[in-house]
């Protein structure tokens, strides 16, 4: 019986080798931290229902003088809060843009015959490799790095980023969020902002209500405001409630109200700081809106269903640096975007502290010093320019030597010579100085001297 399960073909979820959660036969996805979702629907309903019975109450009081008026308000908050949890179902529960993981690295002439100015290279699972660890490609006329992700062994497109968490590569990746427990990105952007935009609305339009049955209650007992909210509990908790609330979704809202209308995501915001330099994506304000709101969203490159040979879809894990032979860069020793089970699943665990450090920026602000100090040292300068090159050919006693003196400032010379059987007794000696022809002569006395004194020297 355990033979047959095993022989049985398995569907694309029951294999997936991130950290996600798939429930319903694999047509819902989740982050790992999906447990996360019940808190949020909590904080959403419990306000919600308190409302929903403060207005019953309030139309079953026969006190109350408009109880026709009780009924749109208590529809309208009612489709609220189910437009509310809707959007919070169909960011959370669905594809965000996961771009599936290669089963081997890409082929290394592809790699090199891409320019690259960048001088790290991936050496991981395959030494006998070298691809580049960044390529340029251009969007819109700029140039832009695009980088390859050592956990699905691909390089990744504009705008998509590893996410640690969920351990996925996902296209025009904004943030993963705790509250949902899931990545938000390219297929799911539109609904999170729905989301955020209806709680804030939601929140609103409780506290208004809440504020103008608290009036009422004044009004109608002919009491000040102070005893009329003793006298009201639940519309006072209500009332404190949503004004802390719609700081944290009404905050979100607006930032990200600004993110749409310059094309920005929340990763590239704080990462690049488009509001300095220029954005590749913006289109303008109008086009920025359509195509967050109105273009079509991409089907998932993902078939979760899909029955797939279990031997063919698992490969190695993912690539983890020799730290005791490998001396690569910090990033190939210690990187954050090969995920979180990093750390677990390797032989020497990393704190969590080092890996949620940023080291693709720590990288980024050493080049730009080197490259200052360069520029302004002119020791640097000066050394670079001194090293010259000194050919030497010396034909005698039947034999040849031919070589090449490298020299420095300092004085040290390099020799690399060979020798070849030769029936001429001539000796003759190509001096080529690089520096100077003072220093030319010099060295060329020093070679010459160096293979006896009948060398015969000509300084071309």
């Not at 996805?29 to 629907?41: K, T, V």
């Not at 990545?183 to 504020?211: A, D, E, H, Q």
Request: glycine share 6%; charged share 25%.
């Amino acid at each position: 019986m355990a033979q047959n399960d095993s022989d049985k073909p398995k569907r694309l979820y029951q294999v997936w080798r991130a950290s996600n959660r798939f429930f319903c036969g694999g047509r819902l996805i989740f982050g790992p931290d999906a447990a996360s979702l019940f808190l949020s629907m909590f904080l959403i309903a419990a306000p919600a229902v308190v409302f929903f019975i403060k207005m019953y109450m309030k139309i079953k009081d026969k006190k109350t003088k408009h109880v026709q008026e009780c009924y749109p308000i208590l529809i309208v908050g009612l489709i609220l809060t189910v437009a509310d949890l809707l959007f919070l179902f169909m960011t959370s529960g669905r594809d965000p843009g996961i771009i599936p993981r290669n089963s081997r690295p890409p082929d290394a002439d592809e790699g090199i015959d891409e320019p690259t100015p960048s001088m790290e290279w991936v050496i991981g699972r395959t030494p006998h490799l070298k691809l580049p660890r960044t390529k340029d490609v251009i969007v819109n006329g700029h140039l832009v790095k695009v980088k390859y992700c050592d956990t699905c062994l691909l390089y990744r497109p504009p705008r998509a980023s590893h996410c640690s968490i969920c351990n996925n590569c996902v296209q025009r990746f904004d943030h993963h969020c705790p509250w949902l427990g899931q990545c938000i990105g390219m297929r799911n952007y539109r609904f999170f902002f729905m989301f955020i935009s209806t709680s804030t609305t939601l929140c609103i339009y409780i506290f208004v209500f809440s504020w103008i049955n608290i009036i009422e209650k004044e009004i109608d007992s002919h009491v000040n405001i102070w005893r009329a909210m003793s006298r009201d509990a639940l519309s006072v908790f209500l009332v404190v409630y949503c004004f802390v609330a719609v700081w944290f979704v009404g905050g979100l809202t607006v930032f990200h109200s600004y993110l749409i209308c310059t094309n920005q995501t929340t990763y590239e915001n704080f990462r690049y700081r488009y509001d300095k330099k220029d954005n590749p994506y913006s289109k303008g304000t109008l086009r920025n809106l359509g195509e967050i709101f109105f273009s079509k969203i991409p089907p998932s490159l993902n078939n979760f269903r899909s029955f797939v040979e279990e031997d063919e879809y698992m490969v190695v894990g993912p690539v983890t640096p020799n730290f005791g032979v490998d001396n690569g860069s910090s990033k190939e020793k210690i990187d954050i975007e090969m995920g979180g089970k990093h750390g677990e699943n390797s032989a020497y665990p990393l704190p969590e502290i080092l890996r949620n450090l940023n080291y693709d920026d720590l990288e980024e602000n050493l080049e730009e010093e080197e490259e200052g100090r360069r520029a302004f040292d002119p020791y640097i300068a000066n050394e670079q320019d001194v090293k010259e090159l000194v050919e030497v050919t010396i034909i005698g006693d039947g034999k040849m030597e031919t070589g090449q003196v490298s020299a420095s400032g300092s004085g040290n010379r390099e020799f690399m010579h060979s020798i070849t059987e030769e029936d001429e007794v001539t000796r003759s000696v190509q001096i080529s100085n690089a520096v100077s022809e003072t220093d030319g002569v010099e060295k060329s006395d020093d070679v010459c001297n160096s293979h006896g004194s009948t060398a015969q020297c000509h300084q071309p």
